[in-house]
Nanobody, 124 residues
Framework: QVQLVESGGGLVQAGGSLRLSCAAS????????MGWFRQAPGKEREFVAA????????YYADSVKGRFTISRDNPKITVYLQMNSLKSEDTAVYYC?????????????????WGQGTQVTVSA
């Protein structure tokens, strides 16, 4: 089992950048696909990006493609989300999660639990 803690959120102006981190614990981290998700006020949680266990494959929601980059550092058991060209509609609480699943399935999994997330606020 993997425990996850998100960090790196904050307040940024539109067009700016932020890098989120998801620190994991658990010896099996390197065997899990990892994903980032977000939930804006009044909306359902949505998929943002996912990365395979070895970093060889990534998958993005259309809304962030070309602006966000997901990466992972298995020795540091950390997953990152580099967010560039931020827009006001990116404002949300961002969460990470893990699953032993193909990357393309990460957007469809009904995860049983979530961490506390990290707040990202983009001002216009």
């Amino acid at each position: 089992q993997v425990q996850l803690v998100e960090s790196g959120g904050g307040l940024v102006q539109a067009g700016g950048s932020l890098r989120l981190s998801c620190a994991a614990s658990g010896r099996t981290f390197s065997t899990y696909a990892m994903g980032w998700f977000r939930q804006a006020p009044g909306k359902e949680r949505e998929f943002v990006a996912a990365i395979s266990w070895n970093g060889g494959m990534t998958y993005y929601a259309d809304s962030v493609k070309g602006r966000f980059t997901i990466s992972r550092d298995n020795p540091k058991i950390t997953v990152y989300l580099q967010m560039n060209s931020l827009k006001s509609e990116d404002t949300a609480v961002y969460y990470c999660n893990a699953a032993m699943a193909p990357v393309l399935q990460m957007a469809k999994i009904d995860f049983g639990s979530w961490g506390q997330g990290t707040q990202v606020t983009v001002s216009a």
